[in-house]
């Protein structure tokens, strides 16, 4: 079965500095990996996704992760935090782009003038 | 972009009750929708995948007879959960699956209180 680990369900960061949310997953087949943002009162939305081709995927709002199979990892980062990046982040995986997302908990990040 | 709504986004009912929410593709035509449920403090975690046309595909330990899925039109998928509990107090997402790239989009959620 696939999994997930988000660590730290609070993330504080200062406004101008790296933004970086770890994800690491289990998954038995090659996996399809994403990152999703959700602000108050919005569903998910996509920020990136990695699918087997380049491993350093960049999304939108300027974030971009790095898929690492040796460290099953596929941390998000940001080298410069805006006000508007505070929100809630998940990382979901989906053995083999099988369409059956399993997600993290969840990481809320605020953002520190 | 795809919009995905669901109705109602908030409902209290009675113990015994059935409820009914609705997940709508606004602009795209969905073969494919997919219910999640959320905990508070907890992830995201997939109770069934629904098919337009045909029944829909359950995960292990998610009760079928109470969590009934109707996808009968393109546009539309339907959770009812019947005789409802106070441990069927829960966050309950859907996604719309876009026919051509097979991303995901998400509705906003309906929050679930049972009394």
């Known amino acids: 079965a696939q999994s997930v680990t988000q660590l730290g369900s609070h993330v504080s960061v200062s406004e101008g500095a790296l933004v970086l949310l770890r994800c690491n997953y289990s998954s038995s087949v090659p996996p399809y990996l994403f990152w999703y943002v959700q602000y108050p009162n919005q569903g998910l939305q996509l920020l990136l996704k990695y699918t087997s081709a380049a491993t350093l995927v960049k999304g939108i709002n300027g974030f971009e992760a790095e898929f690492k199979k040796s460290e099953t990892s596929f941390h998000l980062t940001k080298p410069s935090a805006h006000m508007s990046d505070a929100a809630e982040y998940f990382c979901?995986?989906?053995?083999?782009?099988?369409?059956?997302?399993?997600f993290g908990k969840g990481n809320q990040v605020v953002v520190i003038p | 972009g795809a919009v995905v709504s669901q109705h109602p986004s908030w409902v209290i009912c009675k113990s015994g009750t059935s409820v009914k929410i609705e997940c709508r593709s606004l602009d795209f035509q969905a073969t494919t929708m997919f219910w999640y449920r959320q905990f508070p403090k907890q992830s995201l975690m997939l109770m069934a995948t629904s098919n337009e046309g045909s029944k829909a595909t359950y995960e292990q330990g998610v009760e079928k007879d109470k969590f009934l899925i109707n996808h009968a039109s393109l546009t539309l998928s339907t959770l009812t959960v019947t005789s409802a509990h106070p441990e069927d107090s829960s966050f309950y997402i859907c996604?719309?699956?876009?026919?051509?790239?097979?991303?995901?989009?998400f509705g906003p959620g309906t929050r679930l209180t049972v009394t």
């Open positions: 996604s719309a699956m876009a026919p051509m790239s097979h991303e995901q989009y």
């Open positions: 979901a995986v989906s053995p083999g782009g099988n369409n059956r997302l399993a």
